[in-house]
C-alpha cells in the first residue's frame, strides 16, 4: 500500500512558475513508477509525465520544454516543476505512483488531487 499527498496548487498569472509535491507513505516506493496527471472542469483526467525507478521519463507534448518530474527517493518525495504557465494549464493536477506504465484508468495509487490556475 502506498498513500500519496499532495502540495503546492495555487492561482498564478501566465508565464509563472509553480511546483507540485507529492510526498508518498508506504513500501516500495522507490520501485515504482511516479507521475501527474491533470483533470480540467468537464474533461477527461490526462497524463502529463511519467518517470520510472530507472529515470525514464516520459511527458505529454503539450507540457514538454516547460514542465519537469523529479524524484528523492530519500525521502520518497516527488515534485512536478511548472515553468511558462498558460491558461490551458488550470487543472487539477494529481500525483500517481505504480507498475508502469501509469495510465488514467490502470494508476494503482493516486494523491487527492491539488487546484493549479493560470490567469491571464
Keep these: 500500500q502506498l498513500q500519496l499527498l499532495e ?13 507540485l509535491s507529492c510526498a508518498a507513505s508506504g513500501r516500495h516506493f522507490r520501485t515504482y513508477a511516479v ?22 521519463t516520459r511527458y505529454a507534448d503539450s507540457v514538454k520544454g516547460r514542465f519537469a518530474i ?6 520518497s518525495t516527488f515534485y512536478l516543476q511548472m515553468n ?9 493536477y494529481y500525483c500517481a505512483a ?8 490502470q494508476t494503482r495509487y493516486w494523491g ?5 490556475t493560470v490567469s491571464s
Design 70 to 75: 523529479s524524484r528523492d527517493n530519500a525521502n
Design 112 to 116: 487527492q488531487g491539488t487546484q493549479v
Design 7 to 19: 502540495s503546492g496548487g495555487g492561482l498564478v498569472q501566465v508565464g509563472d512558475s509553480l511546483r
Design 98 to 105: 505504480g507498475p508502469p506504465p501509469l495510465t488514467a484508468t
Design 35 to 56: 507521475g501527474w496527471f491533470r483533470q480540467a472542469p468537464g474533461e477527461e483526467r490526462k497524463f502529463v509525465v511519467q518517470s520510472t525507478w530507472r529515470g525514464e
Design 84 to 92: 511558462s504557465l498558460k491558461p490551458e494549464d488550470t487543472a487539477v
